[in-house]
């Protein structure tokens, strides 16, 4: 018993290395770089399109917001990280007063290459709130935790196994449901995208230009095919462009 533990262990740390941040859904392109030959805005015109994106995607947010949360904070604070030297990612957090706040990075920003693509990747970041993916994400973890912690104990682990087991199941935890999340967000993303006056099957482009990561068990995000599916799907179903 003790030897299918430490092959389960093994198998989980094989698959990934990135601890999860436990207050953040974040979406960076995955190798945190997406070549040279991204056709993105410079600087000045990126900070422009961030204004003008935002003026449109962030009251479309919070209206989605407060119809279809209850008691939820639909304030949100929408910024760019003045760190220069940050890498490429755009997350949704929440502040100390419990305020949802997106944040995109410098980089990011000159990942992308027009403004349908911008309001898409806000528009998602949204709908991670909206959805409430932070919380049900810790709930995952919290699930996992306690799995593996009595699995560990049930094969007589030490406490120190135990509580090892306990770190690696509130990994495996969030990670086995955070492939949904952003399919979900997707979807909502792309309903957001168009209430702000944008074209979703341009924004979802996007994703065209980052590295797929293919479909492995552990990884945050799905295969990009998967993703642009969804949002297709979405498209269809609704009526949009
Ligand atoms: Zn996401």
Redesign the pocket.
């Known amino acids: 018993m003790r030897f299918v533990i430490l092959t389960l262990v093994l198998a989980v740390l094989g698959g990934c290395s990135v601890p999860v941040p436990p207050l953040q859904?974040a979406?960076a392109p995955n190798t945190g770089s997406v070549g040279g030959s991204v056709p993105g805005l410079s600087p000045r015109e990126a900070q422009a399109a961030f204004s003008t994106v935002k003026a449109r995607v962030e009251p479309v947010a919070e209206q989605t917001c407060r119809t279809q949360t209850r008691g939820m904070n639909c304030d949100f604070a929408i910024v760019i990280d003045p760190d220069p030297q940050a890498p490429p990612n755009a997350y949704q957090s929440l502040s100390r007063s419990g305020r949802p706040v997106i944040t995109f990075t410098r980089s990011m920003l000159g990942q992308i290459a027009n403004q349908d693509e911008l309001a898409f990747v806000m528009a998602?970041?949204a709908a991670?709130h909206i959805e409430g993916h932070l919380a049900r994400q810790q709930q995952n973890a919290v699930a996992g935790s306690v799995l593996l912690a009595g699995l560990a104990s049930l094969a007589g682990g030490s406490a120190a196994e135990i509580s090892n087991a306990q770190d690696l199941g509130a990994i495996v935890g969030a990670r086995s449901y955070s492939k949904e999340?952003?399919l979900e967000?997707d979807r909502l993303g792309t309903l957001i995208t168009h209430k702000a006056g944008y074209r979703p099957s341009v924004g979802v482009k996007f994703f065209d230009r980052l590295p797929d990561p293919g479909d492995r068990f552990l990884g945050t995000?799905p295969a990009n095919p998967d993703r642009v599916r969804i949002v297709q799907e979405t498209i269809t179903r609704y009526g949009l462009n």
């Open positions: 859904t979406d998602h970041e991670h999340f952003e967000a995000h």
